[in-house]
C-alpha cells in the first residue's frame, strides 16, 4: 500500500487491471518496481504511449518519487525534451553497434520547464547532432538518459 500510496493509487488497490488507464498502469508498474527495493529503476519507454497530460503528469510523479527514494533511474526515451526534463546526463547511443555516441550533461536545477533558455539550448543541441549523425551514417537511432 505504500507505493500505491507514492504513485496515486491507493484507493483503486481493489481494481482490475482492465478498470485501469494506460497511465494507472505504468503507476502499477512503477509501484511494483519499487516494492522490491532496487538499486536502481530501468525504464525503457514508459511513457511512450500516453497522452500528453498523463506523460506530463507521470514525469512530475517520477521527479517526486526519485526525491523520496533517492533511486537512480535509467530512462530510456525517443522524446528529447523529457531526456533533458528528466535526466542528469542525455546519452546518444548509436543503434548498430550500442555504443554511446555523445553525452550531454544536463547541469540545470529542477524544477525544470521546456520554456527555459538552458533547457531550449540542450534540446538544441541534441537535435543537432542528432540531425548531423543521421545525415553522416545514418547510425544514431535513439536517446537515452541517466536521469534523477
Known amino acids: 500500500m505504500n507505493y500505491l500510496n507514492m504513485v496515486g493509487l491507493s484507493d483503486l488497490a481493489d481494481s482490475i487491471v482492465h478498470e485501469l488507464s494506460g497511465g494507472m498502469k505504468q503507476r502499477v508498474s512503477i509501484a511494483r518496481a519499487l516494492s522490491l527495493d532496487p538499486k536502481f529503476l530501468l525504464m525503457d519507454e514508459p511513457f511512450a504511449a500516453l ?3 498523463t506523460r506530463q503528469s507521470l514525469c512530475r510523479d517520477l521527479l517526486r518519487i526519485h526525491y523520496e527514494t533517492k533511486k537512480t533511474t535509467l530512462f530510456v526515451t525517443h522524446n528529447i525534451d523529457e531526456a533533458v526534463l528528466l535526466g542528469d546526463r542525455v546519452i546518444l547511443i548509436s543503434h548498430s553497434a550500442g555504443k ?3 553525452e550531454f550533461i544536463v547541469n540545470i ?3 525544470r520547464y521546456l520554456n527555459q533558455v ?19 551514417n545514418k547510425d544514431l537511432s535513439y536517446a537515452t538518459t541517466i536521469s534523477i
Open 118 to 136: 538552458a533547457i531550449r539550448n540542450i534540446v538544441s543541441e541534441v537535435m543537432d547532432e542528432l540531425r548531423e549523425s543521421s545525415y553522416r
Open 51 to 53: 497522452d500528453i497530460h
Open 100 to 102: 554511446i555516441r555523445r
Open 109 to 111: 536545477p529542477r524544477p
